[in-house]
């Protein structure tokens, strides 16, 4: 079955092909072992192979997709490994985030992120898998941000990609997207009262157990 991926239309080709190939690998539209091609690609948004062939090349840079010579393009593949290695430094980055957020004692975002979390909550009653996941990661994208640490930011926005790329291609499969949801009150809960250790205690657990069950669920490539 062919991905279902949305036609290329009006000002700057190049960008909206990079940014609709991007999207569709990190949301697990295009899956990770899955061939490329720039015929079929440039058939399916309506464009020309150039900014195809371009987009290719910038994704393959990213290390979303990888091109072997005589062989083709395919959708980089992930391995266990390489899910724990996104977890650890994802761990190390969001609890040093978290750290500065609690240190800082500025509480004018919190809101915000109470009002990200009933949204998602409302999401997945609906089961809207899309905007559970976008929610999700404006949650912690949020947290990064409040940190005002500018090279933690930089170093989160690589690593946030592949956790995004992950957490999409697991959660096609949930069947309870509102567990997803609450799993996030908690920890805004003890961030509202100031527990910092109950806070980095909470995240460290949250983030440990999606990285574990997402490493063992998770089949290796052939």
């Known amino acids: 079955m062919k991905p279902n991926l949305p036609q290329v239309k009006n000002m700057s080709i190049r960008e909206q092909s990079l940014d609709t190939l991007r999207e569709a690998i990190?949301?697990?539209?295009?899956?990770?072992?899955?061939?490329?091609?720039?015929?079929?690609l440039s058939r399916q948004l309506g464009v020309s192979r150039a900014p195809i062939r371009e987009a290719l090349r910038i994704l393959n840079s990213e290390g979303l997709v990888e091109t072997i010579p005589y062989h083709g393009t395919t959708v980089t593949r992930l391995t266990k490994d390489d899910i724990e290695?996104?977890?650890?430094?994802?761990?190390?980055?969001e609890s040093y985030a978290l750290e500065?957020?609690?240190a800082a004692g500025d509480t004018a975002?919190?809101?915000q992120l109470r009002t990200m979390v009933a949204d998602m909550v409302s999401a997945g009653d609906r089961g809207d898998l899309s905007a559970v996941n976008a929610l999700?990661?404006?949650f912690h994208d949020a947290l990064i941000e409040m940190s005002r640490h500018h090279l933690l930011a930089a170093i989160w926005?690589?690593?946030?990609?592949k956790v995004r790329q992950v957490i999409a291609l697991v959660n096609r499969r949930n069947t309870?997207?509102?567990?997803?949801?609450?799993?996030?009150?908690?920890?805004?809960?003890?961030?509202e009262g100031g527990d910092t250790a109950r806070?980095?205690?909470i995240l460290r657990a949250h983030i440990a157990t999606a990285g574990d069950l997402i490493a063992e669920d998770w089949a290796e490539p052939r």
């Open 26 to 40: 990190l949301s697990g539209e295009l899956k990770p072992g899955q061939s490329l091609t720039e015929m079929d």
């Open 85 to 93: 290695e996104i977890y650890s430094m994802r761990m190390l980055l």
């Open 100 to 102: 500065r957020v609690m």
């Open 109 to 111: 975002k919190f809101p």
């Open 136 to 138: 999700d990661r404006a």
């Open 157 to 161: 926005q690589t690593v946030a990609m």
């Open 176 to 191: 309870d997207l509102t567990r997803i949801a609450h799993n996030h009150s908690p920890l805004l809960d003890a961030m």
């Open 199 to 201: 806070a980095q205690q």
